[in-house]
């Protein structure tokens, strides 16, 4: 996950109020139902020491909800009076929750606005195309091909002028498929599209991503399934998860391989709280890897003003000649780090079934950079 998004939170001290807001279940009652719940999470965060003027911002901006088109939730990140973000979820959080706390609660995020492939599920025949951007948020439409309209339709005649003809339809197919290619390589370079789905007749399927550069091949996926099918769309589902589980699958195997020492004995990766917090420290972090379940995830750390001002212990960050100091959660306090240094972050949740213990220890880990 890219992180750039949270320099907004990192950029003023706290304390912090963040609320996560599910707004999944859409009934004519939503509006009343939002109010009662914006009251709900500022009386949790006063309970929990929020001063009133964040708590009424919070309060607004979760009745504001009550006309938004949000499928799933929103976060809600406030202090001092003022909302500082409200990134949209990709996923509905286990229920409404409420917390303040010195560093904003982000470590959610990972899991409910993180991974989420965009796909361009392009809609072929012989006459052009149709391109729909889709993600968690739902679809859109991307634009559209026309090509040539005629000659369209083969001939079973054996006549000379008749094949002639027949060659005409050939070109005019690979003229049509061609445009449609360029076309859906533009669109990839314009969204950033992780996944490329191909819908159409085999034959037509084919042309076009034979016709696609060779770097989108990888992202290519071929569907038999029709305009319009229930089918199609369980399986650009499945398609967007099967892409979320390889590229946490890919992170995790590269984590494990450079648990051993390279052939100058530098050691690529580390875990555990107290390797995690020195590697921050020293601006090495490359992209963490939390499991959400982990023990070290909510494990108490201290933390300064400065990003950089992390310890085990809080004598440590005196020694560092930090006068203030508070506690916070190990993750939420190593995402800062991350944040700041332009590092990535990646929820191991979904695919914890099968890996055993074969995961960094604690549930904390993180791929290094060199020194």
Known sequence: MDLAFLNPLYEQ???WASVYVDTSRRTEDTPHELRLT?????????????????SRAVEEAIEALGHSPDPHGRAVFARRGEVALDPVLAHAPPGDRAVWAPLPRVAPLLDLAGEDPLAIVSYIDRR?????????????????????????????????SERHFQLKVENTWEHNAAEIADALAVCQDETGADLLI??????????????LPKRLHEHVVESEHGTG??????????VRTDHVHHRIE?????FRAARAPDGQGRVRAAEGVPE???????????ELLIRPDGPDAHREVWIGEDPDQLAVRRTELQILGEQNSWSA??????????????AAALSLAAVLEGTGDDTPAGGLGTLLRWR
């Open 13 to 15: 001290s706290g304390p």
């Open 198 to 211: 191909l819908v159409g007749a085999e034959r037509e399927r084919r042309e076009v991503r034979e016709r």
């Open 229 to 238: 099918s229930r089918l199609l769309d369980d399986e650009v589902e499945r």
């Open 250 to 254: 890919a992170e995790l195997d590269r």
């Open 329 to 342: 959660r190990a993750d939420d306090a190593l995402l800062r780090s991350a944040v700041t240094t332009d």
């Open 276 to 286: 995690l917090v020195e590697a921050a420290r020293e601006h090495r972090l490359e």
């Open 128 to 160: 052009g195309a149709d391109f729909e951007l889709r993600s968690a948020l739902g679809r859109r439409k991307a634009g559209a091909v026309v090509g040539r309209q005629h000659p369209i339709h083969r001939t079973s005649s054996a006549d000379w």
């Open 38 to 54: 914006a009251q709900a999470m500022g009386r949790e965060l006063r309970e929990q020491g929020s001063d009133d003027a964040t």
